[in-house]
Structure formats: C-alpha cells, structure tokens
Nanobody, 118 residues
Framework: QVQLVESGGGLVQAGGSLRVSCVAS????????MGWYRQAPGKQRELIAR???????NYADSVKGRFTISRDNANNAVYLQMNSLKPEDTAVYYC????????????WGQGTQVTVSS
C-alpha cells in the first residue's frame, strides 16, 4: 500500500512564501512522475507543476516564475516552494504521483490548505 502525505500548508500574507512537502511511503514501489495540483472553492482541480524522475519540470502559466518544484528521489519526496504568493493562490494543494507497484497507478495525497490573505 502506497500513501502520499503532505505537510506545510498554512496562512500567509500576499507576497509571502510557503513550502509544501509530500512524502510517499510504502514498499516495493518506484515513482515515475510527481506533481502538485490545487483546487480552489468552486473551481476544478488544476495541475500547477510536475517533475519527472530525471528532474525535468513543467509549470502552469499562472505560477511560472513564482513556484519551484523539486524532488528528492532517495526519500520519495516532492516539494513545492511558493514565492510571491497572491490571494488567488488560495486553494487546497494536492500531491500526485504516478507510481509503479504491480502496475502503473495514480496516487493522491489528502491535500493541504494554503490561504493567502490580501
């Protein structure tokens, strides 16, 4: 059983920074890609950043230049450093991973709230 556990959300003022983390736990798995999605109230969940095992990453236009995704393959962890936060970044942030166990599966964390006050 593979689980993703996020941490690091919270409340921050506009212009501030936060880092959210996600660690995959379990045994007998290998991670292909890891990423971060977010879902604001009344909106669809959207992909904001994704990183492959080799380190190449891509970002949504809305966060490009402000957010940085990174990955620690040895510890099965992914991080999202968020700078210059805006009130419109307020959302629940979800960790996502494509993980090879017996086959390739898509896994989600439980979500962590990020609130940016104006």
């Amino acid at each position: 059983q593979v689980q993703l556990v996020e941490s690091g959300g919270g409340l921050v003022q506009a212009g501030g920074s936060l880092r959210v983390s996600c660690v995959a736990s379990g045994s007998g798995f290998s991670i292909v890609t890891m990423g971060w999605y977010r879902q604001a109230p009344g909106k669809q969940r959207e992909l904001i950043a994704r990183i492959r095992s080799g380190g190449s990453a891509n970002y949504a236009d809305s966060v490009k230049g402000r957010f940085t995704i990174s990955r620690d393959n040895a510890n099965n962890a992914v991080y999202l450093q968020m700078n210059s936060l805006k009130p419109e970044d307020t959302a629940v942030y979800y960790c996502n991973a494509e993980i090879q166990v017996s086959g390739l599966g898509n896994y989600w964390g439980q979500g962590t709230q990020v609130t940016v006050s104006s």
